[in-house]
């Protein structure tokens, strides 16, 4: 199931008084959850024994708080979480360039950072075309699985 289904799904419960919703893909599980009025769903992978699981992505209404854009009510941006506990690095290397930074366009399938699980160097990747309105992680931190990485405002 691509962003885009599940960006649909979505938007044909918001109007409904359905709770929960999950959608099973072979060894991959979607569930979307309405936690209450006025508070938005959330979309989280079931754990997977892969190691390069891609990011989930999480519809969330919010601005970004510190690059000076006006909030908007109407502005939706993903969510992209962590799909594992470890540490987040912005790059490949300490002094290295970070993948992205705030204001990049990006690309589905584009890089977004590395996380560290058991000293393995995870990549997580973009499932969405759009641009990184937020950066959530300060780099070389520790993160929790489904915390919440990047906002990312869909193209």
Same mark, same amino acid.
């Given at each position: 199931?691509?962003?885009?289904?599940?960006?649909?799904?979505?938007?044909?419960?918001? #109007?409904?008084?359905?709770?929960?919703?999950?959608?099973?893909?072979? #060894?991959?599980?979607?569930?979307?959850?309405?936690?209450?009025?006025?508070?938005?769903?959330?979309?989280?992978?079931? *754990?997977?024994?892969?190691?390069?699981?891609?990011?989930?992505?999480?519809?969330?209404?919010?601005?970004?708080?510190?690059?000076?854009?006006? #909030?908007?009510?109407?502005?939706?941006?993903?969510?992209?979480?962590?799909?594992?506990?470890?540490?987040?690095?912005?790059?490949?290397?300490?002094?290295?360039? *970070?993948?992205?930074?705030?204001? #990049?366009?990006?690309?589905?399938?584009?890089?977004?950072?590395?996380?560290?699980?058991?000293?393995?160097?995870?990549?997580?990747?973009?499932?969405?075309?759009?641009?990184?309105?937020?950066?959530?992680?300060?780099?070389?931190?520790?993160?929790?699985?489904?915390?919440?990485?990047?906002?990312?405002?869909?193209?």
């Amino acid at each position: 199931m691509g962003i885009d289904e599940v960006l649909k799904l979505i938007e044909s419960l918001r #109007d409904t008084d359905i709770l929960e919703v999950e959608v099973a893909e072979g #060894d991959r599980r979607i569930r979307v959850v309405r936690m209450a009025p006025g508070t938005t769903a959330a979309v989280v992978p079931a *754990p997977a024994a892969e190691a390069h699981a891609p990011a989930a992505a999480t519809p969330a209404a919010s601005s970004p708080s510190d690059n000076g854009q006006a #909030d908007s009510a109407d502005s939706t941006y993903i969510e992209v979480t962590s799909p594992m506990v470890g540490t987040f690095y912005r790059s490949s290397e300490p002094e290295a360039e *970070p993948f992205v930074k705030e204001q #990049d366009r990006i690309s589905a399938g584009q890089q977004l950072c590395i996380i560290e699980a058991m000293k393995l160097m995870n990549p997580i990747q973009s499932e969405l075309n759009g641009r990184v309105m937020a950066i959530l992680v300060e780099d070389a931190q520790p993160v929790e699985y489904g915390q919440p990485l990047f906002l990312i405002e869909p193209a």
